[in-house]
């Protein structure tokens, strides 16, 4: 018996042992959890969820597919970009500073600079649309989300602005309770993820397109590995990291998933054309119910919120970096003025211009996709001539036939740029 009382005991110290290293190793991830998640789901902005909802409502289920392989690449770029932050400590402007020389360091900040105050705009427009289906006036709900935003990254510190941007995502579940409300023909869409269709039309291109760009933005890049920079992470949290990023990636492309289905299945069925994420809802709660419709537009304000966060920061961090003053979020405004001020810039200009009577943000929103899919590829393209740079990666220097995954995507990136540009000319 007493023996029995020994292995009993020994065998009660292992379950404990197990236990406290799985609460162990919780803790390590839960430390570095963060980049992945913030960066990847801030790319299902008002511009994603608009591409989303559009890919539903025209083509139905069939062009799904589109997603699996933008998720793909972002899992691949994203797991890149922190990689890059984590092992050289640097910003993505400073390294394509350093390695491909000021005129392409400035000249690639200088686009994203312009891209990010349009896209800025666009997520201000998604906020006052959204709030304008519970009937908040823009100008109401406008400045009041642009002085959040602001006494957010002022006074929150990095800790307590991190923990706000994950409470935030949360919000993205109210697209999947949407996509269950519709009842989508479940069948139809598995095949449609996995099976490639695409239809040869100027319109499809467009829309593969735009669910390529608005899912791998340029800013979100630039945004992985400042942030990775500045929550001070070292290469031994790479593995970690990467549980992150794939994540975040992954819940990403599950959230575009079942916008998509949403507007497949209510609106693609009965022939209802939309023109951005604001009628999608609006067109939503008739044919699927009113909690459909609202959990829709609940998801677009926290949508646009996060992002509209998210896309001044990355701003802030770029310019900084270029400049060769980098900057945290712990810095107080002294401390950093550039830092603070550039966030304050695109921040009052992308609000400004949703207020603005009388302005159509049509022309800016369009231009600012177009030029966000240009520097696309030059930045996919810098970020992979760095992680196959021994001198800035050491160790950590992507292998061959990981390098030439990015290139597939950098390749198939082109080749959507290039047949809609051929297909808007002939048409």
């Given at each position: ?99 491909y020389g000021a005129r392409a360091g ?138 992150d990023v794939v994540t975040g990636a ?174 808007t000319v002939g048409g």
């Open positions: 018996m007493e023996g029995l009382g020994l292995v009993s005991a020994g065998v009660d110290r292992v379950g404990i042992g197990r236990r406290r290293l799985v609460l162990m190793q919780l803790a390590a991830l839960g430390a570095v959890v963060g980049p992945g998640l913030i960066a990847g789901l801030s790319d299902d902005d008002p511009a994603g969820i608009t591409t989303y909802s559009v890919l539903g409502a025209s083509y139905g289920y069939t062009l799904l597919w589109v997603l699996t392989v933008s998720t793909v690449a972002l899992i691949l770029f994203q797991d890149l970009g922190a990689r890059i932050g984590v092992v050289t400590g640097q910003g993505l402007a400073g390294l394509i500073r350093q390695r400035v000249t690639s900040i200088a686009a994203l600079f312009l891209a990010n105050v349009g896209t800025s705009a666009a997520e201000f427009a998604g906020i006052a649309a959204g709030c304008q289906i519970f009937h908040i006036p823009r100008y109401v709900s406008v400045p009041v989300t642009a002085v959040l935003v602001s006494v957010l990254v002022l006074r929150g510190g990095f800790r307590g602005i991190e923990r706000v941007l994950l409470a935030l995502s949360a919000v993205f579940l109210a697209y999947v309770g949407a996509g269950i409300l519709a009842q989508p023909d479940w069948g139809a869409a598995a095949r449609g993820l996995v099976v490639p269709n695409l239809p040869m039309t100027r319109d499809a291109i467009y829309i593969c397109t735009a669910t390529l760009g608005t899912t791998l933005a340029p800013w979100g890049l630039a945004f992985i590995q400042s942030y990775a920079v500045d929550k001070k992470l070292s290469p031994h949290h790479l593995r970690l990291l990467r549980i992954v819940l990403t492309g599950v959230i575009g998933f079942f916008v998509v289905v949403a507007c497949a299945a209510r609106l693609h069925a009965r022939g209802v054309s939309i023109t951005d994420a604001s009628s999608a809802a609006a067109a939503l709660e008739p044919l699927a119910g009113r909690l459909a419709g609202a959990l829709f537009g609940v998801g677009l304000v926290g949508a646009a919120l996060l992002a509209a966060s998210i896309l001044p920061l990355s701003t802030a961090y770029a310019v900084s970096d270029i400049s060769g003053r980098p900057a945290a979020l712990d810095d107080t405004w002294r401390e950093a003025p550039l830092f603070y001020g550039s966030f304050a810039v695109v921040t009052v200009v992308g609000a400004g211009l949703v207020l603005l009577p009388g302005v159509s943000l049509v022309p800016i929103l369009v231009g600012t996709q177009v030029l966000n899919a240009v520097l696309l590829l030059p930045l996919l393209a810098y970020m992979s001539g760095i992680a196959r740079d021994r001198n800035l990666m050491g160790a950590f220097v992507a292998p061959r036939a990981v390098a030439a995954s990015y290139w597939v995507v950098i390749v198939l990136v082109a080749a959507c740029i290039i047949a809609m540009l051929a297909l």
